[in-house]
């Protein structure tokens, strides 16, 4: 198996590197793609040094699978391109609301490889992943109605700028020294923002909408789904605080054991202090956390959670990963 990383040397791209070393996946040949300014730097894999090689003069049809992860525009000069001779998992946004191109998060809706047409498999945002996986279990049990979820992002979901912004503010505050943003729209350190990504004419920001449209694509177009997002002056990790309305009634004892049961997701709810997961926690781990499970009684059927997962690895690389692992495990590829 011959695989490509394009965007090796960013966020998503490392990390995506680090699931596959961990993995079982047998790789004969790795290739490392970026833009002309990374281009040469040099990056260790499973013992062995890879040279990054440049995007723009590429060979694509070297790699059987490629990941896509440097973002919207370098997926909508490339993707399709690379796709005529290789398989595509693509990180960013640009494909997923296509018709053509499935939205996967295999333990949710791994059927849906079945209906590959351009060669190119869409991976959720990050945020969405999340939520799915959570929501998956529940929705099979009692029918989800309508979810309102209010988001708490770190600052990774916007790249290593952001990240390294972050501790700078937090160092110009703690300083006394004036902090002019260049990543966000307000100062980020010691602060929240609800605002991500751009405003829609609805009053919505596009972060919000992709929640509602990929939800309904992933999981069912008849749930309705509002969303509130929120950048917070965190590294990495997002946390969602999910209200759910269901058509049928539930118990709590059955809400958690379908979350337990449930590959990718870990439950930690306990009340007392602590017993709860947080983004700290989520760091670095592949599962799904759910935490404060409650019954909301200010409607009939309805339902609280926390959600809390890190979003570079399960609301992206992993993901990504994981969509390969399913394509080669049930030989969709090539078809």
Known sequence: MNIAIVG??????????????????????????????????????????????????????????????????????????????????????????????????????????????????????????????????????FVIKRVVVSTYQSVSGGGKAPMDELIEQTKFVLDGKKIVSKNFTKQIAFNAIPHIDKFSDSGYTKEELKMTNETKKILDDKIDLTATCVRLPISISHAESVNIQFEKPFSLEKVRSALENFEGCKVIDERVDGGYATPLDAEGKNETFISRIREDKTIKNGLNLWIVSDNLLRGAALNAVEIAETLIKNNYYGK
């Open 8 to 141: 090796a040397t960013g966020n998503v791209g490392r990390k995506t590197l680090e699931v596959l070393e961990k993995k079982e996946l047998e790789i004969d040949n790795l290739y490392l793609v970026a833009s002309s300014r990374s281009a040469g730097i040099k990056i260790k894999f499973r013992g062995k040094e890879y040279e990054v090689e440049e995007l723009d003069s590429f060979d694509f049809s070297k790699a059987k699978i490629i990941f896509f992860a440097a973002g919207g525009k370098i997926s909508e000069k490339f993707a399709e391109k690379a796709s005529k001779n290789s398989l595509v998992i693509d990180n960013s946004s640009f494909f997923r609301m296509d018709p053509d191109v499935p939205l996967i998060v295999p333990q949710v809706n791994s059927e849906d490889l079945d209906s590959i047409k351009k060669n190119i498999i869409a991976n959720p945002n990050c945020s969405t992943a999340q939520l799915v996986i959570a929501l998956k279990p529940l929705h099979d049990l």
